[in-house]
């Protein structure tokens, strides 16, 4: 399971880094074993202007849970630290977004194909109301492929056919000139 991390609010345990490494902790005391955690990356709050600069990083996990058990178990820990579902790509104490399951898509290709199409305003406003595997946004993200790419650079995309190497290429500099890592 790969698990994207962010956060550009304090917590109650502290700063963006200290309720990253936290949650990472809290996730792995739900039972996961964390296999691997990216470096900490600096990223422009997305989409721009909706808050402070993120925190971001990705991390690959084990664990026997369903997609949406996983998903629960992150919503879980995203709540622990004060996470509040108010405003759709809104400032948050902490995120964290299942990308992927191995080569599952789910919960169907027609599902995974509306919400890869779906017009970027609309994306905006309408959120899904189930779990869509791998996360149809990810290949246009510099702040989730940056982090990915140290952690899982040969996972393959299950519909794009590409692996997370090549879509992090395909993205203009100017987007990954964004993603620095932290100090």
């Not at 309408?126 to 899982?152: E, G, S």
């Not at 992090?168 to 890592?181: G, H, R, W």
Request: negative net charge; proline residues 8%.
């Amino acid at each position: 399971m790969i698990v994207a991390l962010g956060g550009n609010q304090q917590s109650q345990v502290g700063d963006p880094d200290i309720t990253l490494r936290k949650a990472i902790e809290s996730v792995s005391d739900r039972g996961a074993v964390i296999r691997a955690v990216s470096p900490f990356y600096n990223t422009p709050c997305f989409p721009a202007g909706a808050g402070p600069d993120y925190v971001n990083a990705v991390m690959c996990l084990e664990a026997d849970w369903s997609p949406e058990q996983t998903l629960a178990h992150l919503h879980a820990v995203e709540q622990t630290f004060g996470r509040q579902r108010d405003t759709r790509w809104g400032q948050r104490t902490l995120d964290l977004d299942l990308l992927a399951i191995d080569a599952k898509v789910a919960p169907d290709l027609t599902t995974f194909d509306a919400w890869y199409s779906l017009d970027v305003e609309v994306q905006k406003i309408k959120a899904p109301d189930t779990l869509i595997l791998p996360h149809p946004r990810m290949q246009d993200r510099a702040f989730v492929l940056v982090p990915m790419a140290d952690v899982a650079p040969e996972w393959r995309h299950p519909v794009l056919g590409k692996t997370v190497l090549e879509m992090l290429a395909a993205l203009p500099a100017s987007l990954k000139d964004e993603v620095k890592p932290r100090e």
